[in-house]
Every structure is written in structure tokens, then in C-alpha cells.
């Protein structure tokens, strides 16, 4: 199916282990970007992307990893995770306008 | 610096419109966002204006005005499906790049009977 997807939608792990987060989109959209969200602070950009192999940091980026080694793909690894990082993280892509939004993973970390 | 500021909650009636405001302070500013998000869903765009004045799309219609650093959203014929999270977004944040975008912590809309 066209669009942006997520995976897992769901995702339970425990301090220190690494966790990976897809992100998928078939418009060949040139921008790419993860995201988290608490409540308080709304939407807070985490890595965005240009285009394939071109990553920059956003507004919270420690403890992050990301890659885009494909234009379509953009998975952000969370080395090692605390407790601090339990939030919704979504991905989005653009072409230079609005940005869609997956559906969001929601990650908690015990 | 960087903020993005609008109120918290809201509740309107049924069939009333109903007036979110936004005001922002970005560097490198290069047009507002808005977007809709339901509960437990992603966030889904409604308007962008890039310059001052009124954007109308059905229902909804989208104000900005640069100099004073303020935008507005008008829901009209409201709906109980209108009850959501309301996420005022400035563009140009991080030194002016494109595509980078500021998000206010949204606006929740109750829609009353």
C-alpha cells in the first residue's frame, strides 16, 4: 500500500537494551523526519533527513541514531534506552511542503 | 529563541465556530501549519499560508499575519467529529532550513452537544 507506515506500532523494552524504529514511505518523498511526542511538550523533532544518506539533528537528538542508506527508508535506533525516552515517536516525509505522518510507534521502556 | 504558543483547551457547541490563536517567535520563518490530530492517531494537515491574510478550505479557514507573528484558526458549522488536538506548526525553524517546523503543544477542542 502507498504511504508511510511504521513498525512496530507497539513496543516494550528495558533500560540499556537498543531499539530500532522503522519508518517506511513510497511517495519517494526527498525529506524525512522522527519525531516524539509527550504530553507537555507536543512534537519535538528528534533527526531529519534531506534526502539519502544526508542526516541532521533536530531539537532532541541524544541518545538517538538514525540512517538513511535508501531514500524510502529512515529507521532511528535508540542505542541505549531509558526511561526518559517512553514517548509516541512519529516519522514524516516531505517533498517541501506539509509533511505526512505515520501512524506512530508507541514505545515505553520499563 | 524559538516558541510557539497556544491555549491549551477549548470547548465549543455543536454548530458554533470556534476561533484557535497562535502566536510564534522562530527564526528564519517561512510560512504556518496546521494540523488536526484525533486522539491516539498521527497528525493529519489542514492549512498552510505562507502569506498574510485568509486561507478558506471549507470549513476550516487559516489567518496569518507575519508582522505581528499570529495566526488563527476558524472551524466553522462545528462537529462532534472536530473534537481533537489543534497543532499550530511555524516553518523555518533551526536557522530558516526548509522543511524544519516548530510545533506549538496543541490546542484541544471539546466539542459539546
Known amino acids: 500500500d502507498a504511504g508511510i507506515t511504521q513498525s512496530p506500532r507497539y513496543k516494550i523494552t528495558e533500560t540499556g537494551r537498543q531499539v530500532t524504529l522503522m519508518c517506511h514511505q513510497t511517495?519517494?518523498?526527498?525529506?524525512m523526519f522522527w519525531y516524539r511526542q509527550d504530553l507537555g511538550h507536543g512534537l519535538r523533532l528528534i533527526y531529519y533527513?534531506?534526502?539519502?544518506?544526508?542526516?541532521d539533528k533536530g531539537e532532541v537528538p541524544d541518545g538517538y541514531v538514525v540512517s538513511r542508506s535508501k531514500t524510502e527508508n529512515f529507521p532511528l535506533t535508540l542505542e541505549s534506552a531509558t526511561r526518559s525516552q517512553t514517548s509516541v515517536y512519529f516519522c514524516?516525509?516531505?517533498?517541501?511542503?506539509?509533511?505526512?505522518f505515520g501512524p506512530g510507534t508507541r514505545l515505553t521502556v520499563l | 529563541g524559538q516558541n510557539i504558543d497556544q491555549p491549551t483547551e477549548m470547548t465549543a457547541t455543536e454548530g458554533a465556530i470556534v476561533q484557535i490563536n497562535c502566536t510564534y517567535q522562530?527564526?528564519?520563518?517561512?510560512?504556518l501549519f496546521w494540523y488536526q490530530q484525533h486522539a491516539g492517531e498521527a497528525p493529519t494537515f489542514l492549512s498552510y499560508?505562507?502569506?498574510?491574510g485568509l486561507e478558506e478550505k471549507g470549513r476550516f479557514s487559516s489567518f496569518l499575519s507575519r508582522s505581528k507573528g499570529y495566526s488563527y484558526l476558524l472551524l466553522k458549522e462545528l462537529q462532534m467529529k472536530d473534537s481533537a488536538s489543534y497543532l499550530c506548526?511555524?516553518?523555518?525553524?533551526?536557522?530558516?532550513?526548509?522543511?524544519?517546523?516548530?510545533f506549538g503543544t496543541g490546542t484541544l477542542l471539546a466539542v459539546q452537544p
Open positions: 514524516a516525509s516531505s517533498e517541501g511542503g506539509e509533511q505526512f
Open positions: 511517495w519517494s518523498h526527498s525529506y
Open positions: 533527513s534531506a534526502a539519502a544518506d544526508i542526516t
Open positions: 522562530t527564526s528564519g520563518f517561512n510560512g
Open positions: 499560508n505562507v502569506l498574510d
Open positions: 506548526a511555524a516553518g523555518g525553524g533551526y536557522g530558516g532550513a526548509t522543511n524544519k517546523l516548530i
